[in-house]
C-alpha cells in the first residue's frame, strides 16, 4: 500500500497562525496507482487545467470547483482511503516548536497507517510532501525514536523498514492527493480572512475517511482524529461524530 501525506495549516503559534494542524494520507493500495495518476488527469481536464499542472488546493479558487474535488474523491472510495489528524493546538502544550507540533501529529497519523496496513494484511509505503527547513535525517531520528518507546500502538511490521520518503508534489504526482485531502479537511477548522468555515468539502469526502466498523468511535478514532478528543473538544466540535 501506498500514502501520500501533506498537511493543512501553520505548525507554529504565533498570533496569525491557524488555530489547528492537519495531517492527512491519501491510501491507495499499490495495483490502483495507475487510477490514481488517472483520477489527476481527469481533474486536471474538468478543472481546466493544462496536462502538466500541479493540482493545488490553494489554486483552486471557487468553491465548486472545490466541492467538485471532494465529491469526486468520495468517488473513489472502493480503493482510496483517507485518514486525518486534527491537532487542536489551543489545547495542546504551549512547550512543542514548530518540528515538534509536526512529528507529534505525524505519530498519530503513523499509527493509522500501520492499522490500515495490518488489516489489509500489506505493507505501507508512505511519503511526506517536504516541508520547509526540515530535512530528512529529522525524520529519521523521530522514526528510531518512536520505534524505542513502549507508550505507541504503531504496528512497525506492517510499515516500510526503510521509513518514510519526502519529495515534491510536483515530482511525486501523487502526492497532490494528500494536498487536495489535507486541505478540505483543514477548510472545515481553520478560518479563511473573513473567519469564515467551510465543512462541505469534508462532509463530501466522508465516503472516503478510514473506519473501522459502524459506530461513532470508528470514524473518530481512525479517519478523523482530532487531539486532545477531550469532553470539550467534543463539546466544541459536535458536527464532527455525524460525518
Not at 474538468?46 to 472545490?66: A, C, Q, T
Not at 507540533?101 to 495490518?118: C, D, G, P, Q
Not at 513502549?150 to 510499515?159: K, M, N, R
Amino acid at each position: 500500500m501506498y500514502a501520500y501525506i501533506d498537511e493543512s495549516g501553520h505548525r507554529g503559534r504565533s498570533r496569525k497562525a491557524s488555530a489547528h494542524f492537519i495531517l492527512a494520507a491519501a491510501v491507495l493500495p499499490s495495483n490502483a496507482q495507475s487510477k490514481a495518476a488517472d483520477l489527476l488527469s481527469q481533474l486536471r481536464r474538468e478543472l481546466g487545467r493544462r496536462p502538466s499542472d500541479e493540482l493545488s488546493w490553494k489554486n483552486l479558487r471557487s468553491h465548486s470547483k472545490r466541492l467538485h474535488v471532494a465529491r469526486t474523491l468520495a468517488q473513489q472510495s472502493t480503493w482510496l482511503t483517507v485518514s486525518c489528524i486534527v491537532a487542536c493546538k489551543n489545547v495542546l502544550p504551549g512547550k512543542l516548536n514548530d518540528d515538534m507540533s509536526y512529528l507529534y501529529t505525524f505519530r498519530f497519523l503513523l499509527e493509522r497507517l500501520s492499522w490500515l496496513a495490518r488489516d489489509s494484511r500489506a505493507m505501507m509505503n508512505y511519503t511526506l510532501a517536504h516541508i520547509q527547513r526540515f530535512k530528512i535525517a529529522k525524520l529519521r531520528e523521530y522514526e528510531t525514536a518512536l520505534r524505542q518507546r513502549d507508550d505507541t500502538s504503531i504496528e512497525w511490521g506492517y510499515l516500510d523498514p526503510k521509513g518514510g520518503d519526502m519529495d515534491q508534489p510536483s515530482r511525486k504526482e501523487l502526492l497532490q492527493l494528500g494536498d487536495l485531502a489535507a486541505s478540505a479537511c483543514g477548510a472545515a477548522f481553520n478560518a479563511d480572512e473573513y473567519g469564515n468555515t467551510e465543512r462541505r468539502y469534508l462532509q463530501e469526502m466522508s465516503p472516503c475517511l478510514y473506519r473501522r466498523g459502524t459506530s461513532q468511535s470508528q470514524l473518530t478514532s481512525y479517519g478523523l482524529k482530532m487531539h486532545p478528543w477531550s469532553e470539550s473538544t467534543r463539546a466544541a466540535y459536535p458536527w464532527v461524530a455525524a460525518l
